[in-house]
Nanobody, 115 residues
Framework: QVQLVESGGGLVQDGGSLRLSCEVPGILFSSDRMGWYRQAPGKARELVATITITQITNYADSVKGRFTISRDGANKKMYLQMDSVKPEDTAVYFC?????????WGQGTQVTVSS
């Protein structure tokens, strides 16, 4: 069992910035893929960004150029830097670890963008 813990959510104004953090305990394996997902009210959970152990990143089109995913292996943390946020970015954001085709999730952190 892998327990992921997110932090850093909150209220931010349209055009502002916010940084989310996720603690990923334990040893990471070369095939692990980590990422951020989000779920807005009444909508399905969707991919925001992913990162591999070798720092290969992938972003949803809706956040490209505005959000940056990164990983600090030494401190076992993953981050999502959110810049130029929009009201449509309002959602609960979840940290994810995909290992051997199994998904592990954090409890989620609320991000609300006010217009």
């Amino acid at each position: 069992q892998v327990q992921l813990v997110e932090s850093g959510g909150g209220l931010v104004q349209d055009g502002g910035s916010l940084r989310l953090s996720c603690e990923v305990p334990g040893i990471l394996f070369s095939s692990d893929r980590m990422g951020w997902y989000r779920q807005a009210p009444g909508k399905a959970r969707e991919l925001v960004a992913t990162i591999t152990i070798t720092q290969i990143t992938n972003y949803a089109d809706s956040v490209k150029g505005r959000f940056t995913i990164s990983r600090d292996g030494a401190n076992k943390k993953m981050y999502l830097q959110m810049d130029s946020v929009k009201p449509e970015d309002t959602a609960v954001y979840f940290c994810n670890l995909n290992r051997d085709s199994e998904d592990y999730w954090g409890q989620g952190t609320q991000v609300t963008v006010s217009s």
